[in-house]
């Protein structure tokens, strides 16, 4: 079946070059706000080890819709006008963990994520001007409320087109686990390694990223879970007891001993392969793949 016309528009949307004068600046602010710090961390989802932005929405979306749906029962416009102050409540911290994620994508995930932002917006300035037209007893509450839903609906199916055609958020190392063979693989010689040095080594189809110091050897998956930033052109960091890679590409960091995350954007963690040394033969083993 092919793609229905509308929805191909939203395909030109992400090679629509004309948005990144808009896109830029405001980025450039969101990055400069959130910086790389423990806020933005948790406005990733850092902490859950899942993105916050998906939950979030929820309440925001679920009030304002049910609030629309009451404006169609009799005498429940106490309590739409409720569900709609809950909503708007409910928006900044859906927006702030949004603009979080968006400041850290690729140039299509911007441009799409401008207008699916830009639409919210629009949608929450309708159930405002609904808000306060039910309050003050102005005309055109119920009508601005049904297009604030609209417009919502249209930002909604932008998020839905981020997510799941262009895997924002999505853990980019989820296959590694189906792709690498159960138990111990032969990776190569401990003398191929070099000492101290990000190294990218193919076991099969999956690239690892290496990093030895003497006969102590860590590995863990190369492509960063972010947006499969190159790890290995990244740069080290951490400490002694915790050397970690942080992605060239937006900055994520890894512990290089156990893959977990210590800096965002990133929220799922490298899968982190044990590695056994036996005669100058590298073996490494992946717990759960196969
Ligand atoms: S790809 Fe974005 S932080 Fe690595």
Redesign the pocket.
């Known amino acids: 079946m092919k793609t229905l016309k509308p929805f191909k528009a939203v395909e030109l949307l992400e090679r629509l070059e004309s948005l990144d004068a808009m896109v830029a600046p405001v980025q450039r602010v969101v990055r400069r706000v959130l910086g790389t710090s423990d806020a933005a961390d948790l406005l990733h989802g850092v902490p859950l080890g899942h993105p916050a932005h998906p939950f979030l929405v929820q309440l925001p979306t679920g009030a304002l819709g049910a609030a629309v749906l009451l404006d169609a029962v009799p005498g429940a416009e106490r309590a739409a006008r409720t569900l709609l102050a809950a909503g708007l409540l409910a928006m900044p911290p859906a927006i702030a963990t949004g603009l979080a994620d968006w400041a850290?994508g690729h140039p299509q995930h911007l441009r799409v994520g401008l207008v699916h932002a830009g639409g919210n917006v629009v949608a929450a300035g309708c159930f405002a001007y609904s808000l306060t037209a039910r309050i003050s007893g102005r005309s055109g509450g119920r009508v601005s409320a049904l297009a604030g839903l609209a417009v919502l609906g249209a930002a909604g199916f932008l998020g839905g087109h981020l997510s799941f055609r262009l895997a924002s958020g999505a853990n980019?190392v989820e296959a590694v686990p189906h792709l690498v063979p159960a138990g111990w693989s032969h990776l190569g010689l401990l003398q191929e390694i070099p000492e101290r040095q990000l190294h990218r080594r193919m076991l099969g189809r999956v690239p690892l990223l290496l990093w030895r110091e003497g006969d102590e050897i860590s590995a863990i998956s190369n492509e960063?879970?972010?947006?499969?930033?190159p790890?290995h052109e990244g740069t080290v960091t951490g400490t002694e007891a915790d050397t970690c890679v942080r992605?060239?590409?937006?900055?994520?960091e890894f512990s290089l001993s156990t893959g977990q995350v210590v800096r965002g954007?990133?929220t799922a963690p490298a899968a982190s392969f044990a590695v056994w040394v036996k005669d100058e033969r590298v073996q490494v083993y992946l717990p759960g793949a196969g």
Not at 247 to 252: A, F, I, K, R, T
């Open positions: 850290e980019h960063c879970p972010h947006l499969s930033g790890l992605c060239p590409w937006h900055g994520s954007p990133a």
